[in-house]
């Protein structure tokens, strides 16, 4: 589909981005941040020690 | 290609001109939904024992291991699998924990235990790093199940009640005596059950009143001599002076200290040193008719007053000696034994008595010792430590 129109053109790459920003961006980066806590926090059970250290 | 990405930056980066913002909205409202509820299966799904037992190192040993024990099939048909046991369920520990798979799936592809003679080399590391959690959060996995003020203490047998009772009281964490409860334990511990069977065989039959006996384990005590009421336990190595003999109960009079702030409950052996004889029943302790109480002396160091304290009470004739140099020989050798393991074991004399009781805290989560064992061997080295040793002080 080679569209000339640039109307056109540009709506379809609108709709083009909006999908991987919700199909492949936000989900990849939702993981990462996640991810990237979980192992922020073990590193600091590493240092500190397992959780529950209060006694 | 690099300009095709800046296009679609700019795209990104600048409002929507075709498409309208309710699309939008909905669309990554849709998106939203969709992440979370995958999120969360995978998150599930990785909680499974299924997941767990897909890589050979956890079927091929552990896994087979616990289809032996009470965790695999009971009489309540309730069936604890590995995340019950393994994965926390507070949601950031949980997330931390998936992380530290990671190592797991490094193991995996450097076969750190993929033979068992692998697994078995490094059976102690690995059962130590789940020690080391279970004894900082205080068994807490255990407990989402098990709770001790859920537990029929009448239901129990008399080693796991006084046991158990004592630990209920402290909240102790049930991995210090429930060691190798899902899988077998490395092979360098030694077995704790039956750690006290040969004092048991040295117990004495014959008492004579007046003279001074020593228990081997915890012992409960009574207020009767139908042994019937309960007044509180006996520590284990604790004296005991034989009053009198009424078929299988004798009457016995125990003498230590106490501090006077609260009800009173331990009985310590001597002044100021925090070496436990008794635990009393509140009413027992706060009853002026049982207990006979003489001078009042203040401890230098922390301020508290202690007085000196008498009382009878009754008890069984299993399980005491009348030389406590019978306890001291067992306690010395499993102290040796249990803790040379990792690192040397320190001097008894290396700390002084009211020091040894934190200090063995902090470690019995490392050996495999029952209650009774680790009250006379921690009594052993309070006995022994820089307070009564000649080179130290």
Not at chain 1, 40 to 53: A, D, F, K, T
Not at chain 2, 127 to 137: G, K, M, Q, V
Not at chain 2, 147 to 159: H, K, Q
């Amino acid at each position: 589909m080679e569209s000339t129109n640039p109307q056109e053109q540009s709506k379809r790459s609108e709709w083009l981005s909006f999908l991987i920003i919700c199909v492949f961006l936000f989900p990849i980066l939702s993981v990462v941040f996640v991810g990237g806590y979980g192992f922020i926090v073990w590193m600091l059970q590493l240092i500190y020690g397992p959780p529950g250290h209060s006694i | 290609m690099l300009s095709k990405l800046k296009a679609l930056w700019r795209t990104m980066t600048r409002p929507a001109k075709h498409i309208s913002l309710g699309v939008l909205t909905l669309g990554g409202f849709l998106a939203g939904v969709i992440f979370w509820g995958g999120f969360n299966t995978a998150l599930e799904a990785s909680n499974t024992e299924e997941f767990c037992i897909g890589c050979h190192e956890m079927r091929d040993n552990v896994y087979v291991e616990l289809q032996q024990t009470v965790h695999w099939s009971n009489h309540s048909g309730v069936r604890a699998t590995c995340p019950d046991c393994h994965v926390p369920h507070n949601w950031t520990d949980k997330i931390a924990r998936k992380m530290q798979a990671s190592k797991e799936l490094w193991g995996t592809i450097f076969g750190t235990i993929d033979t068992r003679e692998k697994f078995l080399a490094k059976r102690l590391e690995l059962a130590t790093h789940e020690w080391d959690r279970l004894s900082a959060n205080g068994s807490l996995e255990c407990k989402n199940c098990h709770e001790y003020a859920s537990m029929d203490w009448d239901a129990m047998s008399e080693v796991a009640r006084t046991q158990m009772e004592q630990a209920a009281e402290r909240d102790q964490s049930c991995i210090d005596c429930h060691k190798g409860i899902a899988h077998e334990l490395p092979e360098s511990m030694a077995a704790a059950s039956g750690a006290l069977a040969g004092l048991q065989r040295q117990a004495t039959s014959r008492f004579n009143p007046g003279q001074q006996y020593f228990s081997i384990r915890q012992l409960p005590l009574f207020t009767d001599s139908a042994l019937s009421q309960e007044a509180g336990i006996l520590n284990s190595g604790s004296v005991i002076t034989v009053v009198a003999q009424q078929g299988d109960a004798l009457q016995v009079e125990i003498d230590g200290w106490r501090k006077t702030k609260g009800f009173g409950r331990v009985i310590n052996e001597e002044f100021g040193q925090n070496i436990r004889e008794v635990t009393l029943e509140k009413e027992v302790a706060t009853d002026d008719s049982m207990i006979q109480g003489f001078e009042v002396q203040e401890d230098p160091l922390t301020g508290l007053p202690w007085q000196r304290v008498s009382f009878q009470l009754w008890m069984g004739k299993d399980d005491l000696v009348d030389d406590r140099e019978i306890l001291w020989q067992e306690a010395s050798e499993l102290y040796v034994k249990n803790c040379s393991t990792c690192h040397s074991q320190p001097e008894e004399a290396h700390f002084d008595t009211n020091t040894w009781p934190g200090m063995w805290a902090g470690m019995l989560s490392f050996v495999n010792l029952d209650g009774d064992t680790q009250e006379l061997v921690l009594k052993y080295l309070q006995k022994h430590s820089s307070d009564y040793s000649d080179g130290h002080h």
